[in-house]
């Protein structure tokens, strides 16, 4: 079982950014690939980011390459959503999420685990 908590989230002006966190209770973290969804009102729930177990791969949906990154510290059971940049486009809720496994996954029906997603809204 692993417990995801996110936080970082806020109200911030277009062109701002933002470092979402995710703090994993597993003493297993280094072992699940981590990945970031959003989902924003009346849409489904999408793809933003993931980061490879050994933190050596990353994968990147093209609305945010070049503005997000994504990071992750298996000492600390923690992985972050550096998010610069920021657009109307990106308001949505922002989920962390963890998949076992040996690959990564762009599908949130392939990740085992969730957290309660954290609120991000950029105003224009």
């Known amino acids: 079982q692993v417990q995801l908590v996110e936080s970082g989230g806020g109200l911030v002006q277009a062109g701002d950014s933002l470092r979402l966190s995710c703090a994993a209770s597993a003493r297993t973290f280094s072992s699940y690939h981590m990945g970031w969804f959003r989902q924003a009102p009346g849409k489904e729930r999408k793809f933003v980011a993931a980061?490879?177990?050994?933190?050596?791969?990353?994968l990147y949906a093209d609305s945010v390459q070049g503005r997000f990154t994504i990071s992750r510290d298996n000492a600390k059971n923690t992985v972050w959503l550096q998010m610069n940049g920021l657009k109307p486009e990106d308001t949505a809720v922002y989920y962390c999420a963890a998949k076992s496994g040996e690959i990564m996954s762009l599908s949130a029906i392939q990740y085992d685990y969730w957290g309660q997603g954290t609120q991000v809204t950029v105003s224009s």
């Open positions: 980061v490879h177990w050994s933190g050596g791969s990353t």
